[in-house]
């Protein structure tokens, strides 16, 4: 199976004035959001500019029946059986190209409904469509659930290797 992330709303190269709760946040700039490789928090997904348009990750992964329900493993895949979840994380790229982060959100697949996951497993396919601004305006942080994030199973394209 695979997991693909379309994103929409992109909250810009920039944070604007008040788009944290606390004033001594410094300003970030030339932000971009990555999917962080597990266990490797230094390998990081296919960096988009958060001026982009739109942004999509797609994530290798396997599934296997678990007492609780469908389990998802794979290498972009975080968190325990039962508490699954996949991370965004926003960061700062300098001029030599250097990812520096400072806030992260949790696309928490324990959250995917059971007949949906169940459904990508068989489809091979399971997308989440969310928007990346908060309500500050500022890089979307936290735990991600639906309705701020919408999980659909679809039916699964050939990878470009197969």
Same mark, same amino acid.
């Given at each position: 199976?695979?997991?693909?992330?379309?994103?929409? =709303?992109?909250?810009?190269? %920039?944070?604007?004035?008040?788009?944290f709760?606390r =004033? =001594?946040?410094?300003a970030?700039?030339?932000?971009?959001?990555?999917?962080?490789?597990?266990?490797?928090?230094?390998?990081?997904?296919?960096p988009?500019?958060?001026?982009?348009?739109? !942004?999509?990750?797609?994530l290798?992964?396997?599934?296997?029946?678990? *007492?609780?329900? %469908?389990?998802?493993k794979?290498?972009?895949?975080?968190?325990?059986?039962?508490?699954?979840?996949v991370?965004?994380?926003?960061? %700062?790229?300098?001029d030599?190209? %250097?990812?520096?982060?400072?806030?992260?959100?949790?696309?928490?697949? =324990? !959250?995917?409904?059971?007949?949906?996951l169940?459904?990508?497993?068989?489809?091979?396919?399971?997308v989440?469509?969310?928007?990346?601004?908060?309500?500050?305006?500022?890089?979307?942080?936290?735990?991600?659930?639906? *309705?701020?994030? !919408?999980?659909?199973?679809?039916?699964?394209e050939? !990878?470009?290797?197969?």
């Amino acid at each position: 199976m695979r997991i693909r992330i379309d994103a929409v =709303d992109l909250p810009g190269l %920039t944070c604007p004035p008040g788009a944290f709760a606390r =004033d =001594d946040v410094p300003a970030y700039r030339n932000i971009h959001v990555v999917v962080q490789r597990r266990d490797r928090p230094a390998e990081l997904l296919d960096p988009k500019p958060c001026d982009a348009a739109s !942004a999509t990750w797609t994530l290798a992964c396997t599934t296997a029946a678990s *007492p609780g329900g %469908t389990d998802v493993k794979g290498p972009y895949v975080q968190g325990r059986p039962g508490a699954r979840f996949v991370y965004l994380s926003w960061g %700062t790229v300098d001029d030599s190209g %250097t990812f520096t982060m400072f806030r992260r959100a949790k696309l928490m697949l =324990d !959250a995917v409904p059971a007949d949906v996951l169940d459904a990508a497993a068989l489809t091979g396919l399971l997308v989440g469509r969310l928007g990346l601004t908060d309500m500050r305006g500022g890089p979307l942080c936290a735990s991600v659930v639906p *309705p701020r994030i !919408a999980w659909t199973a679809e039916s699964a394209e050939p !990878a470009e290797n197969e």
